[in-house]
Structure formats: C-alpha cells, structure tokens
C-alpha cells in the first residue's frame, strides 16, 4: 500500500489531537482535584458518584430536621422547667400562708402572688417556637390554654408532629398542654370518708368497708366481773340482731347499743368494779389472767408438819380458785382457814379462825411457777393474809374458739377496766340508700349551695333542701349533681366511703368551690380542682377568702402535679437524647459516605501531576516531531 503525505498527515494529526486530549484531561483533574469531572470520565464511576452524592443529601436534609427536633423539644423543656418552678412557688405560698400565723392581710396579698404565678404558668403552656405553639397538638396556630374568668380550657388536638430524623424512623416532636395543665391527677372525693354512722336495720354485709362479718360459728364470748357469757348471734344478720342477742344473754347489769359516736357498738357494765365469784381468771391482772400451767402452788406450816398442793388448773373463775384453795387445805388437815374475796377490795383474803394461829407459808411449786404470785397471795400467813390487788377488767371480749374473727369484725375484741366499752369504727359502706342524716357518724352535715366551673361552664346548686329532708339518701345528693347540666358525673368512691365528682371531658379544668360561706364542698369531701391551673384558681380563691382549709386543700393536688409534670418532662427528655443519638448516627454516616465519594472521584493528586508532567512532555514532543516531518512547501503557503 502506498502511504501517501496525506496519510502521514492524518496519522500526526490524530496522534497530536490524543496527545493534547490525555494533556488536557490531566490538567483538568489537576486543577479540579477530581479524577470525574464529566460522565465520559468514568461511567460506572459517575454512577456510584450520584448515589453517593444522593445519600448525602438526605443525611443533609435529616441534620435540618433533627436541629428543627432538637429546638423544638429544648423549647419544650425549658418550659416545663419553667411551670415546675412555679408550682414549687405555689405549693410554698400555700403551705406558708396555710397556717395561722398569718392574717387575713397577708394572705390577700399572697392572692396576688398566686395570680401572677397562675399568668407565668399559663404564658409557658402557651409557649411558641416560630410563631408556632408548641403544646397545642397540630393546631400550632391556637394558643393550646385559653383561660378566661369564666374558666379554663384546652384548645388543641391530639395529633403528633412526627420528624423524620433517618430514614424510615419518626421522632414525635409536639406535646399536649391538656397532658400537665388540665389533665386531672386526681379525683375529687376519690378518698373521702363521709363516716356513716351505724343503724340499727344496717346489714352486716355493709360493715368494714363493704368487706361484711365473718360470722364463723356465730359466737363470741363477753366477761364481766360477773361472769363469763356466750353469745349466739349465728342468725343475726343486721346490726339489731346482734344487739339483741348481746342483751337476750342474761348478762347481770350489761347492756349494748350503739355508741354515742354513732359509728361502733358498746357495751356498758353498771356494776360495781368488785371482782365476784363469777369473775374469770382471764380478766385479771389487766387481762393478762393467772398462769395455770401447770396450775399449782403450796400452802404448808412454818414446820413442815403439814403441807397441801393446791392445784387450780381446771379454775375458770375466781369461784373456782376460792373453792380449790378450801378443799385443798381441808384435805391436808390445815383447818379452819379459809379463802374468801375481800369484802372491799379487788383481793383474796385468807383467814385463820383457830384459837392458835397457824404459821403457814404460801409459795409457788417450782421454781419457775407464777400462779400464787399471780392470785397475789405469795408468802408467810398468821391469822390473816390479805392478797395483793388483782387489778381487774370491767369487761372483756374473746373469741369463742381460735380461728373464730366474730368478735373482731365486730369490733369488740377488746378489754376495758371501766364499765363502757366502746368498739372500733365499724366503717359502714356508703350506698345510694344511705341517709344524709346518718353521715359524719349520725351527727349528719348541713348542707349549702356549692359552685362548679367545669371548662367555661359555670353553674350553682343549692342542696339545702336536702337538709331539711329527713328521709334524703346519698342517691338525691348525687342526683341533684349528675343533673347539673354541667357536664360532671358523681357517684360513690371505690372504697365506698364517700361521693367523688369528675369531668366528662378531658380537656378542661374542673373547679367545686362554696357557692356561699358555708363549707358544703369541704363538708362532703369535694372541694378544689383536680387540675394543675384549676388548682391555682382554688389557691387565689381560698387566699382571698382567708380560708386555711381551703388553702391546704390545694397541697395535694400541687404534689401530684408535680410527679405528673415530671413524667412529661421525662419523656420530652427521652426524645431529645433520641434525637442526639440520631444525629451522632448520621454524623458517622456522613463521613463514611464522603469518604466513599472521595474514594470515587477524587484525583490522586500525586499521581495525576506526575502524569501531566509525562503528558506535557509527550505532547511537545509529538508537536516537535510533527514540524520537523511536515516541511511547508510552496503549495502550503498558496493554499
């Protein structure tokens, strides 16, 4: 083939033209620092290149996203940070100007001081980060409190604004005003007792909180110091059975009825406190009775001539010892002394008719033994050997037989040395049936106009009348309260003790205050706010009307506020620290994926200048060598 200059040209040419293309694209990649500056560069490069670059947009766009999370929720804290001071200034204000020591002056001044802290509390719930609300939901645009003279509300929703912080994690960002300011940490009346007393046509399955009587084998015991008496109640099943099996038993000068108190039942013992034959051993020395185990001690001469073993362990009563210690020394052939009750005194007494006085002593039969000691008649005897005091019981209540709880739930099991035993508080169980008047242990309670403000609803009810009606039960109270129109609904407590009154709705602040200056509210157990911002207007009030109960009233509801604050504040927490692991996660993430990208694009820079040199040189070579090939003819310059 032959090669012609054209052919030596075009072959220069492109060698020249491949030469500076090499040159050009290392100065390229020298100056930009990158080893793909165009898709050409390296396809399948430029393809990680944009996924690379791609995942760093997102961690770009969740960096903005998590700093918005993180603002959001400081703003957040630092408002609950703000209210949780507030209420310990309130809860210091009340328990300062709750006591006596105060006038009426101070504690005007400390309404103002109360009021001002309410308008701190509400300016922090009603915190904006970007003129956005922080605690109303997703209604950012509504202050989420609104409170009025009229009452209190919450205005927001209870939807979630959730941030993307990673891919496919969600960070909740928004909290709910109504979760620490109107939400109720209580229940008003939920632990009042409004002590009913005990009527005579009461079941007994109303007694002790509802729990009944176990009447086991329907029997208990009752002493006196007349005697020892078994009662059968096993057929009684309401309070006038038992006083009727009490006073059917026989028991000499003893009689049961309710007590004065209204709520117990006791017993009164009209005789004299002079032990009897008939008095049991167990009521003496302060009921702790005489050790008859094994129940025997010794009554002999001085000389030892004559010795009797007295043996009281099958005695119940006094009686019995009296009769045991006769024919135990009738028996030794110790004459003509005798043991008799002193005629005055709580005592035996041991007397001596012979012309010649026996020298007797009286000691225990063992050296452990405490029954003479416990009969008060331990050592030397002539003539006359007057015991010591036996310290009796009045009246004493047991069991009939171990295991047996009749007694107890009663509330008699107990002892007393004069001659009324009053039982323990039988707590009777509310029902709707029970009688206004049979409240506060039958004393009953007057009753006024009370006031209830539930959100911005106000309304007041006069429960007078119910006063004046002998015949009102818990049902009319409760009624007159539920048909308000106020949206509250009442009804007896769970340990069925008293009345509890709660919102229907939960999103605004319930208020129960006197309507008038009487203390019908504080009476019945419902009195003051279940709500933190409630709570503080009850505070004002009761400040304002110098009213120490009231204001105490308010201390509980503070406390819980206080742990409920703390749960809110607590979870807010909880999502910061996510929010900065999340950040810490893509700080990490971005780093590797730059360090992926650089891997990808970036020019070794070493390298790259190494080859420029060598490319600079090939191509002025290459132009060199192409002059000196083309020489220039004649016919170039006329072209």
């Known amino acids: 083939m032959r090669i012609t200059n054209k052919i030596i040209t075009d072959r220069i040419t492109m060698n020249l033209a491949s030469s500076a293309s090499r040159f050009l694209k290392l100065q390229t990649a020298s100056s930009s620092g990158k080893r793909i500056n165009r898709p050409s560069d390296d396809p399948l490069g430029i393809i990680k290149d944009l996924g690379y670059r791609s ?39 009340a328990i300062q100007l709750g006591n006596d020591t105060y006038d009426r002056n101070a504690r005007i001044s400390g309404a103002t001081q109360a009021r001002e ?30 409170a009025t003279a009229a009452g209190i509300i919450y205005q927001g929703d209870y939807r979630d604004i959730m941030m993307e912080i990673e891919n496919g994690s ?37 007694l002790n909180s509802g729990h009944g009587i176990n009447m086991g084998n329907g029997r208990f015991i009752i002493n006196t110091l007349n005697g020892s008496y078994s009662i059968d109640a096993s057929a009684a099943v309401n309070i006038q059975h038992i006083l009727d099996a009490i006073n059917g038993a026989g028991i000499f000068n003893l009689t049961a009825s309710i007590s ?69 020394l009738a028996a030794a052939g110790i004459n003509n002394v005798t043991a008799s009750i002193h005629p005055t005194e709580n005592r035996l007494l041991l007397t001596d008719t012979n012309p010649t006085f026996y020298n007797l002593v009286i000691e225990e039969s063992g050296g452990n033994q405490t029954t003479a000691a416990d009969l008060g008649i331990v050592g030397e005897m002539v003539g006359v050997m007057e015991g010591q005091m036996l310290n009796p019981m009045h009246i ?56 209830i403000t539930n959100g911005l609803e106000s309304t007041d009810i006069d429960l007078s009348p119910l006063s004046n009606d002998p015949n009102a039960t818990i049902l009319d109270l409760v009624d007159m309260i539920n048909r308000s129109g106020i949206g509250v609904s009442a009804y007896i407590n769970p340990s069925r ?99 992926q990208l650089s891997e990808i694009e970036d020019a070794d820079i070493l390298k790259v200048i190494t080859d420029l040199a060598t490319a600079e040189t090939i191509y002025k070579t290459s132009l060199a060598s192409a002059a000196r090939i083309i020489q220039p003819s004649l016919l170039d310059f006329l072209r």
Not at 71 to 88: E, K, M, R
Not at 122 to 138: D, E, H, K, V
Request: without cysteine.
């Open 55 to 93: 995942r760093l947009s997102e961690v770009n766009q969740y960096y903005l996203n998590i700093s918005h999370s993180k603002s959001w929720l400081t703003y957040g804290d630092q408002a609950l940070n703000d209210i949780n001071g507030f209420i310990v200034e309130a809860k210091d204000l």
């Open 117 to 146: 802290l309410f308008n701190q509390i509400l300016n922090a719930a009603n915190t904006q980060y970007r003129n956005r609300y922080i605690f109303a939901g997703s209604k950012t645009n509504v202050p989420p409190i609104l």
């Open 170 to 206: 969600y960070l909740k960002i928004n909290a709910f005003a109504r979760d620490f300011i109107t939400k109720p940490v209580l229940t008003l009346g939920e632990n009042f007792d409004l002590n009913p007393g005990i009527q005579p046509n009461m079941w007994l399955s109303e």
């Open 260 to 328: 004065d108190n209204g709520n117990s039942l006791q017993l009164v013992d009209t005789s004299p406190h002079q032990i009897t034959l008939g008095t049991p051993l167990s009521m003496l020395n302060g009921g702790t009775g005489v050790s008859r185990v094994p129940g025997t001690f010794v009554v002999r001469t001085s000389d030892g001539s004559l010795s009797a073993t007295i043996d009281i362990s099958a005695a119940t009563t006094v009686g019995d010892v009296i009769t045991a210690i006769n024919d135990g």
């Open 396 to 451: 004493q209540v047991t069991e009939s037989a171990a295991g047996q709880t009749l007694a107890a739930d009663l509330g008699l099991l107990k002892e007393t040395e004069f001659g009324t035993l009053i039982g323990g508080d039988l707590n009777p169980r509310l029902t709707y049936f029970t009688l206004l008047s049979s409240l506060n242990n039958n004393s009953g309670i007057t009753l006024g106009k009370i006031r």
């Open 497 to 595: 003790t008293g009345i509890m009154v709660r919102s229907r709705y939960d999103d605004r602040s319930l208020m129960i205050t006197e309507a008038d200056s009487g203390r019908t509210a504080s009476a019945l157990g419902i009195f003051g706010s279940p709500d933190l911002l409630g709570n503080m207007r009850i505070l004002e009030q009761a400040l304002m009307r110098d009213r120490t109960e009231e204001i105490n009233s308010t201390l509980k509801t503070f406390d819980l506020s206080l742990s409920q604050l703390l749960r809110n504040r607590s979870e807010l927490g909880a999502r910061e620290i996510t929010s900065e692991s999340t950040q810490a996660r893509m700080e990490t993430q971005e780093l590797e994926v730059t360090r």
